[in-house]
């Protein structure tokens, strides 16, 4: 029953002339069950919007609905939701047990069912050996093994997660990010996760809202908005190095860039104005010599493959090879291929998707 559906949700901070508008009105519908992760550059909204979910902030308009009830005037504790922070504020006297059980006690849960939820939710998380130590005496990851205990014994019908693998260095986050999904197997509970970091986004998420300027662009499962991405944003949002952006003119088969030589197309390029077509570093071949020329400028190597830099058609562009690959040199000039169905068109003006 833990469905949520964001409606024209609107968010404006301040009054009168000081009023900002943060959040443009936003719509997803999430089924009971989904992990969806809220990704985007800092100030994009993220914090806004599940902190709207979770009661903490007001909406300035529309509708949020969970399991069914239109959720806009209830209290936070009235909402069935469990949050996890990035500080895991975990009071630092109490042991990890009573940690996890306060919120219960608080609630006046019978001390037997307190016990059997703290129990389950320790073994889950292994923290059973570590029930009577202190905060003090827990690594950052068993401290925020506990915040998520903590938020687990509530048997929400939603999780809300604000960054919470931030504070973690990076070999935790990894670890910490399988455990949550572990968890999510495990407990199938409705989670919204917000994170500005896209290898979590992708790794975690069963759908992703990609939110920009308080706008959300494209939503959906991570293969698709890898693969389609909706918008320029998306495309060089996601995926590592971005996704290459040439701005030109299509005509026929071929790409015709301000001050330099047209590319060839494999396919016939969209009719209309002004276009961004993108290609990613790594969907380009080493091609014929009637390929698209690369000026190689800089070449680095990152151990299990190299990433060529330079200029194709006087734009930047950046090629991902497999390392065991002959790697080409600064100054050199290679050919490229790319196939039709690694190329992506935007329109210049709006940055939208374009279909050929
Ligand atoms: P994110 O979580 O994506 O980094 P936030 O949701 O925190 O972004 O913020 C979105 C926008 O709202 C930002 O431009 C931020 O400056 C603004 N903002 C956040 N909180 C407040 C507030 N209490 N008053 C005014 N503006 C705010």
New binding site residues.
């Given amino acids: 029953m833990g469905a949520i559906s964001l409606r024209r949700v609107e968010k404006t ?2 009054h009168g002339p000081r009023a ?1 508008k ?1 959040i443009h009105g936003v719509d997803a519908e999430i089924a009971d069950g989904e992990f969806i992760v809220i990704v ?1 550059p ?7 919007l599940l902190r709207m979910v979770a009661g903490l902030e007001e909406i300035s308009g529309g509708e949020i609905v969970i399991g069914g009830r239109v959720v806009n005037g209830l209290e936070p504790a009235e909402r069935d939701i469990a949050m996890v922070f990035q500080n895991y504020a975990l009071y630092p006297h109490m042991s990890v047990y009573d940690n996890m059980a306060y919120g219960l006690k608080i609630k006046k849960v019978p001390v037997d069912e307190i016990r059997r939820r703290v129990d389950k939710a320790a073994k889950i998380l292994e923290l059973g050996q570590l029930l009577q130590r202190t905060p003090r005496q827990l690594s950052g990851g068993q401290r925020q093994r506990v915040a998520m205990g903590r938020a687990i014994v509530r048997e929400p019908q939603v999780f809300l997660f604000d960054e919470p693998l931030s504070n973690l260095d990076a070999k935790l986050r990894v670890q910490t990010r399988l455990e949550i999904q572990k968890l999510h197997a495990e407990l199938g509970i409705t989670s919204l996760f917000v994170t500005h970091d896209q290898v979590e986004a992708m790794t975690l998420a069963q759908r992703m809202i990609v939110m920009n300027a308080g706008l959300m662009e494209q939503i959906g499962a991570p293969e698709q908005v890898y693969l389609r991405p909706a918008t320029t944003f998306v495309a060089s949002f996601i995926g590592s190095p971005p996704m290459n952006l040439l701005r030109g003119r299509g005509d026929g088969r071929r790409f015709v860039c301000d001050g330099s030589d047209a590319l060839p197309l494999p396919v016939t390029a969209p009719r209309g104005g002004e276009l961004i077509l993108g290609v990613r570093p790594e969907h380009v071949e080493p091609g014929q010599d009637t390929g698209w020329p690369l000026h190689v400028e800089v070449v680095e190597m990152l151990g299990a493959e190299r990433l060529v830099h330079g200029r194709l058609a006087g734009q930047e562009f950046t090629w991902r090879i497999d390392a065991t690959l002959p790697a080409p040199h600064a100054g050199q000039t290679v050919s490229l291929a790319v196939t039709p169905e690694h190329l992506h068109w935007f329109d210049a003006a709006g940055g939208q998707r374009v279909e050929p």
Wanted: net charge positive.
């Fill in positions: 901070y301040g900002v943060v985007g800092s100030g994009c909204g993220k914090s806004t």
